[in-house]
């Protein structure tokens, strides 16, 4: 079973490198299964490449989803991540 939650994008220049590098590390590590859906495009999560393709600026919604041991408590991990302002991490 999955677990899915809607995120606003919370830094400044949105899902872009730095931000999208930081999130796919923490997605990764995690060990799960984590994807991100935005605008009818869906990403994985763990792919810095991917992430940039669905072109997240601050602001934007974006749902995310967790599959995998802990799911709940890595989706909360990530959604904060994805939340705060990674262009200040």
């Known amino acids: 079973m999955a677990t899915t939650s809607t995120v606003v994008i919370g830094s400044t220049s949105g899902l872009h490198s730095r931000p999208a590098s930081l999130f796919a590390k923490a997605a990764a590590a995690s060990g799960n299964t984590v994807s991100l859906s935005a605008g009818g495009k869906k990403a994985n999560g763990a792919s810095l490449l991917a992430l940039m393709t669905l072109g997240l600026k601050m602001?934007?919604?974006?749902?995310?989803?967790?599959?995998?041991?802990?799911?709940?408590?890595?989706?909360?991990?990530?959604?904060?991540?994805?939340?705060?302002?990674l262009d200040e991490a």
């Open 59 to 85: 602001g934007d919604e974006v749902d995310v989803t967790v599959e995998g041991d802990g799911e709940e408590a890595v989706l909360e991990e990530l959604a904060a991540l994805l939340a705060s302002n």
